[in-house]
């Protein structure tokens, strides 16, 4: 028992030196960034200039989801709470996805009220979401299924696409950073891996769960 009770302590410990340099590393990564961003505004227009401020313009992106994940794990999460009405959530995230192939149906249950979250966290992470939804299902022809709904005071969000889907074993680990379900859809879709992870990161800041399922007719629903 003692020598199962050090290796789980060892074990967590290198788990979280890990997940340490991990975090250190991308916010070392800040200056030199913005160092490069500077240099880049001297140079003449070409398109080997074109194609560093794209690069570097991904890395931000990578570094800040990184960052922000850090920050929701953080006590409290620094959220900024306030009382929203989630019709207006959903507005905004509609007039947001105008247009998206194959589109997106809304349906809010008439018992939800009012809940108390970081507006634009939440946003950011259903945002995210509904992204994924429709990046992986844009060639069906059924649209993207949202649903809010209220049980015993828990406020549920499903988002239901009709595409790829993910593999059963796979489920658990899209939550993942930079975990990639397949690595050549990559190159067709973008992406790091690091959507989910962000996502999972602020719905548990806010003291909820998020978890993915593989409906047996095809597709992917997330709650
Ligand atoms: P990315 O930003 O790279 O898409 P995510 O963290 O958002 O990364 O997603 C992790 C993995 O889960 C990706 O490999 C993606 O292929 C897969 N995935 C996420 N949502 C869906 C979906 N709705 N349908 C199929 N695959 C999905």
Do not use: W
Not at 66 to 71: D, H, I, P
Not at 109 to 134: C, P
Request: aromatic share 6%; net charge negative; hydrophobic share 35%.
């Amino acid at each position: 028992t003692e020598s199962f009770n050090t290796m789980i302590i060892s074990i967590k410990k290198m788990i979280a030196q890990k997940k340490q340099l991990l975090y250190d590393v991308s916010h070392e990564l800040r200056s030199p960034i913005t160092r490069i961003k500077i240099a880049l505004e001297m140079m003449p227009e070409s398109q080997s200039k074109n194609d560093i401020v794209h690069d570097i313009s991904e890395m931000e992106i990578m570094i800040d989801e990184l960052l922000e994940s850090a920050r929701m794990e953080e006590a409290n999460g620094r959220l900024q709470l306030e009382k929203v009405d989630i019709r207006s959530l959903i507005q905004d995230l509609e007039s947001h996805f105008k247009g998206f192939k194959p589109g997106i149906t809304f349906n809010i249950d008439k018992s939800v009220n009012e809940i108390t979250v970081d507006y634009s966290r939440l946003r950011k992470a259903i945002r995210n979401i509904l992204e994924n939804a429709l990046k992986y299902s844009s060639a069906q022809d059924k649209p993207v299924e949202v649903r809010v709904g209220e049980s015993n005071g828990i406020t549920e969000i499903e988002i239901r696409d009709y595409g790829e889907g993910i593999a059963a074993d796979q489920l658990d680990q899209i939550f993942e950073p930079f975990y990639r379900v397949d690595q050549s859809r990559v190159r067709t879709h973008g992406g790091y891996g690091l959507g989910l992870f962000l996502c999972k990161k602020i719905v548990e800041a806010h003291g909820g769960t998020i978890t993915a399922e593989s409906p047996e007719d095809g597709g992917t629903r997330i709650r």
